[in-house]
Nanobody, 123 residues
Framework: QVQLVESGGGLVQAGGSLRLSCAASGRTSRTYAMGWFRQAPGKEREFVASINWIGSRTDYADSAKGRFAISRDNAKNTVYLQMNNLKPEDTAVYYC????????????????WGQGTQVTVSS
């Protein structure tokens, strides 16, 4: 069974930065694509970013391009989401996910989800 544990969420002022981490355990995580989704109150869960198994390909939602960066350390079975220039509209619960293949992208459906970490951006 795969377990994904997020950390790094919190309260930050607009324009600030946060770095989310997701530690994966279970199946050999380094051979699967990973990513992040988010869900704001009253809205559907939406894709934020994904990274392929080796870290050579990344995909981002338009809202994240230029401000967020996804990366992974396969030696630590950990994926990161660096978020810069945060805006109030980035306020959401952020979910780490693992896909069933080595590549992902906005239309791929994850196999596993973490429990989520709250990010709140004040104006």
């Amino acid at each position: 069974q795969v377990q994904l544990v997020e950390s790094g969420g919190g309260l930050v002022q607009a324009g600030g930065s946060l770095r989310l981490s997701c530690a994966a355990s279970g199946r050999t995580s380094r051979t699967y694509a990973m990513g992040w989704f988010r869900q704001a109150p009253g809205k559907e869960r939406e894709f934020v970013a994904s990274i392929n198994w080796i870290g050579s390909r990344t995909d981002y939602a338009d809202s994240a391009k230029g401000r967020f960066a996804i990366s992974r350390d396969n030696a630590k079975n950990t994926v990161y989401l660096q978020m810069n220039n945060l805006k109030p509209e980035d306020t959401a619960v952020y979910y780490c996910n693992q896909y069933g293949g080595i590549v992902a992208g906005p239309k791929a459906r994850p196999d596993y989800w973490g429990q989520g970490t709250q990010v709140t951006v004040s104006s």
